[in-house]
């Protein structure tokens, strides 16, 4: 079986990479894993073992690249993307062309080389943001930042494959992810590498915000379930981490790292801010058999002893 990961010198598709090396996945075992990245600011060739996997460094919107790696590919699992909100609220043209037309040539590859299963990764943020509640995966899909609507938009695009073609193609829109190896401009890394520097942490209008927090081991173990037991053309939402404000996380963290809270600073609102996510993940619990494993509290010490402990890590990265 060989296993194509995009984007998987990032933070969540390495963790991919290194659960499967590590034989976290059985189904999986003995893969032969090809890793497709463009080492952009935000991937790291760090974030993955020496070996056991074959790096082909490049775009995802080459298509000479990516025929050439997609080729006897039985299985694809798709995260490469630029991922962050607040880059593509000063500049978007690069969500547009990775997400939205790197995926589409990723789409067509896949097609042309007779795949097995493309797995594509989404997000939460597609549906826009919901007050009370939760989004069932049927919800319409309204976002709001250029991020999200990239996101959507290579999602519908991964939607249509399936529907015109026939690829095999399934989609996960997870809540947002902490862990070990996320890059240090998003919040969890960012407020801890601050504080770690004696550095005040910016802390977004009324802080009322609400994220649910899921650890990316919980992630991944999700998106393998989808790579081989989802139903070709659906839909599954991942989450199940733990809501909270951004304000109580901040406060989290500071208590984490024993800082104080003169250290968190009310700056502007983001633009365009969406106020909630919460997604119903009762279809792949009741379908697959997902459910999280790592309790928030065990998940985020973890990741702050990591970031403490790796600042050879992050510093550079921080530094980009
Ligand atoms: N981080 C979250 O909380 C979260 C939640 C739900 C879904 N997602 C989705 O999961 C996926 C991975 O997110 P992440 O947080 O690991 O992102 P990340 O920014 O850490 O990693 C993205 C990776 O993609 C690579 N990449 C970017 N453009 C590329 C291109 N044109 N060709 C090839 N490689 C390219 C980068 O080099 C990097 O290694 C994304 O699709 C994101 O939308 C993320």
């Given amino acids: 079986?060989?296993?194509?990961?995009?984007?998987?010198?990032?933070?969540?598709?390495?963790?991919?990479?290194?659960?499967?090396?590590?034989?976290?996945?059985?189904?999986?075992?003995?893969?032969?894993?090809?890793?497709?990245?463009?080492?952009?600011?935000?991937?790291?060739?760090?974030?993955?073992?020496?070996?056991?996997?074959?790096?082909?460094?490049?775009?995802?919107?080459?298509p000479a690249v990516v025929g050439a790696a997609m080729a006897g590919t039985d299985v694809v699992v798709h995260f490469a993307?630029?991922?962050?909100?607040?880059?593509?609220?000063?500049?978007?043209?690069?969500?547009?062309?990775t997400n939205v037309v790197g995926t589409?040539?990723?789409?067509?590859?896949?097609?042309d080389a007779g795949v097995g299963r493309f797995v594509h990764v989404s997000t939460d943020e597609v549906y826009g943001s919901i007050d009370e509640g939760s989004w069932p995966e049927t919800h319409p899909l309204e976002p709001n930042s250029p991020y999200s609507a990239s996101k959507a938009s290579s999602d519908l695009l991964a939607r249509s494959y399936h529907r015109t073609h026939g690829l095999p193609v399934c989609i996960t829109r997870c809540s947002n992810n902490y862990g070990p190896h996320q890059f240090p401009e998003?919040?969890?890394?960012?407020?801890?590498?601050?504080?770690?520097?004696?550095?005040?942490?910016?802390?977004?209008?009324?802080?009322?915000?609400?994220?649910?927090?899921?650890?990316?081991?919980?992630?991944?173990?999700?998106?393998?379930?989808?790579?081989e037991k989802g139903r070709d053309g659906e839909v599954y939402n991942i989450g199940g981490g733990t809501e909270l404000?951004?304000?109580?996380?901040?406060?989290?963290?500071?208590a984490a790292v024993g800082a104080d809270e003169s250290m968190i600073e009310k700056v502007a609102d983001r633009l365009g801010h969406d106020r909630r996510y919460s997604v119903d993940w009762s279809k792949i619990a009741d379908e697959l058999g997902y459910a999280p494993r790592v309790p928030f509290e065990r998940g985020l010490a973890e990741t702050v002893e990591w970031y403490t402990a790796n600042r050879d890590w992050w510093e550079p990265l921080k530094a980009r």
């Fill in 1 to 62: 079986m060989r296993v194509l990961v995009t984007g998987g010198a990032g933070f969540i598709g390495s963790h991919y990479v290194r659960s499967l090396l590590a034989g976290e996945y059985p189904a999986f075992a003995g893969a032969e894993v090809v890793v497709l990245d463009l080492l952009t600011y935000a991937g790291t060739r760090t974030n993955l073992p020496a070996d056991g996997h074959t790096f082909v460094h490049g775009d995802i919107r080459d």
């Fill in 81 to 97: 993307a630029e991922s962050h909100v607040d880059r593509s609220i000063t500049g978007a043209a690069d969500f547009v062309s």
């Fill in 104 to 111: 589409q040539v990723l789409l067509q590859a896949a097609l």
């Fill in 186 to 227: 998003k919040v969890i890394p960012l407020f801890v590498s601050n504080l770690l520097d004696g550095k005040k942490v910016p802390l977004y209008g009324d802080g009322l915000n609400v994220r649910d927090w899921l650890h990316v081991d919980d992630h991944c173990r999700g998106i393998q379930l989808v790579a």
């Fill in 245 to 254: 404000t951004n304000r109580e996380l901040t406060h989290r963290l500071v």
